[in-house]
């Protein structure tokens, strides 16, 4: 991608005085219904926000070819990628107004591989968050089977501007 590229797709995104205007609920509301555009990676690697509550973010997605590692299976970091979505989107859904947050560290672990061209859904759930920290735990299930996937938890720091 050309530095002008790069530029342009950063300018589609929301500014920091935007973010900070409102609270993370309102924020992760706004790009659930088209207001506010999404993070590029979602399109990058195939998957979208489907659901937005207090505490609690869904993702659909459908790993394909190009989510692959060499053994022609889907890549640990996509399932990496999704689960701190979800994760930090559903801390990000009780941060304030004025402030942001960000992944401190996140952990997961894959219980068995998605079948390429899949469709999964990935959710996170907000067990706690407090001034300076939010912890969140998330999973990746089958659509149609509800298979279990993968699993996750996460630690966020939460920051006034």
Request: some cysteine.
């Amino acid at each position: 991608m050309t530095d002008q590229a790069s530029s342009d797709l950063m300018d589609t995104l929301p500014t920091q005085q935007q973010m900070l205007s409102m609270s993370g609920l309102e924020f992760m509301q706004g790009i659930l219904s088209g207001a506010l555009n999404g993070p590029p990676i979602a399109k990058t690697l195939n998957f979208w926000l489907t659901e937005v509550e207090d505490g609690r973010i869904t993702f659909e997605g459908i790993p394909g070819a190009t989510a692959t590692n060499p053994l022609r299976t889907v890549h640990g970091g996509w399932y990496g990628t999704v689960l701190d979505s979800c994760m930090a989107c559903a801390v990000m859904t009780k941060v304030p107004k004025g402030s942001y947050y960000t992944t401190l560290e996140f952990k997961v672990n894959i219980i068995r591989s998605i079948p390429i061209d899949r469709k999964v859904k990935a959710t996170g759930v907000i067990q706690h968050a407090g001034r300076s920290t939010g912890i969140a735990n998330g999973e990746i299930r089958d659509l149609e089977t509800d298979a279990l996937y993968a699993t996750g938890s996460t630690t966020c720091i939460i920051m006034k501007a």
